[in-house]
């Protein structure tokens, strides 16, 4: 498929070089480094940033998995604005020269942020479709009425938590928005390929899309003609393939678990008409990483 964003590769060289170019003065130079930020002798803290930097950098020059890298310096820019940070409560630093380093810090991850959202959107378009998401529920309901309240796609940014808005276009083309968990926003058309009423929809993304997938999701009655066993299967475009895909079960991120999650809300939404949330209730204060992986839930 043709992606709709094109890679930085002039972008991603840049970044690579001057990614090695400091990594190798940290790691040559952790004092004078030191000096010039403002923070002090810290030799082996920059040792420690200028491998991670060389790392990054070489990984965007090989040209191989540029999201991948690109993001990894962005986690490092934000390392780099903690550390220095943490910095000003040394009577060592010098305050003046902190908060320029931060700046500078600021204006290259924004920069960086750009570079691995391009070459983010880009990879997943191109991605083969080779990652199988299942999962399947039962639902209270009868087939039709099921398929009824899904076919009308307006409806389902109402319990899948990652859409924004869905837009038919026509009796089989939508436009879809959506936000990943990093909030990045993704936008693509959808055509319905089989369409049999109360029984199975059908539907892949067109080629002009940001992101590429094609599935289906079927209706079947259940036992004792009670309620509707709906079953999803969905073929995704993922950077990484299954490798990726597995990784992301770490952070409860993958595909088949935010598949599951959506269909759990839209039991709840067609069996008692809305959907039960923990929003604004009490609660602990959740870590940095608890917050960034938790947008959108409810």
């Given amino acids: 498929m043709a992606a709709t964003v094109a890679r930085q590769p002039t972008l991603d060289r840049t970044l690579g070089w001057f990614s090695v170019g400091l990594g190798v003065a940290e790691v040559l130079a952790p004092r004078t480094m030191g000096r010039m930020i403002g923070v002090g002798d810290h030799s082996v803290v920059l040792r420690m940033c200028g491998a991670r930097e060389i790392a990054s950098g070489i990984g965007l020059l090989s040209g191989r998995a540029p999201a991948t890298f690109a993001m990894s310096r962005v986690v490092g820019d934000v390392m780099d604005l903690a550390l220095l940070g943490a910095s000003l409560s040394s009577p060592r630093s010098n305050p003046t020269r902190v908060a320029a380093a931060a700046t500078a810090v600021a204006g290259v991850a924004a920069l960086d942020l750009y570079a691995s959202k391009a070459d983010l959107q880009a990879a997943m378009a191109e991605a083969v479709e080779d990652v199988p998401v299942t999962a399947s529920l039962m639902i209270n309901s009868s087939p039709e009425e099921v398929y009824a309240f899904w076919r009308k796609l307006e409806n389902l940014p109402r319990f899948m938590s990652y859409l924004e808005s869905v837009r038919e276009l026509d009796q089989q083309t939508s436009e879809w928005t959506a936000r990943t968990p990093g909030g990045m926003r993704l936008r693509w058309q959808s055509e319905?390929?089989?369409?049999?009423p109360g029984e199975l929809i059908s539907w892949r993304t067109r080629d002009d899309s940001e992101i590429n997938h094609c599935g289906s999701v079927r209706f079947e009655r259940g036992p004792g003609h009670r309620g509707t066993l709906v079953r999803v299967e969905v073929y995704y475009g993922m950077?990484?393939?299954?490798?990726?895909?597995?990784?992301?079960?770490?952070?409860?991120?993958?595909?088949?678990?935010?598949?599951t999650q959506d269909l759990r809300r839209l039991k709840q939404l067609i069996e008692t008409g809305e959907i039960a949330t923990t929003k604004g209730q009490p609660s602990g204060r959740r870590s940095l990483v608890g917050r960034m992986f938790s947008r959108g839930e409810s």
């Fill in 192 to 196: 319905i390929v089989e369409d049999k």
């Fill in 239 to 259: 950077p990484g393939g299954a490798t990726a895909a597995k990784a992301a079960q770490l952070f409860s991120t993958a595909p088949e678990t935010i598949v």
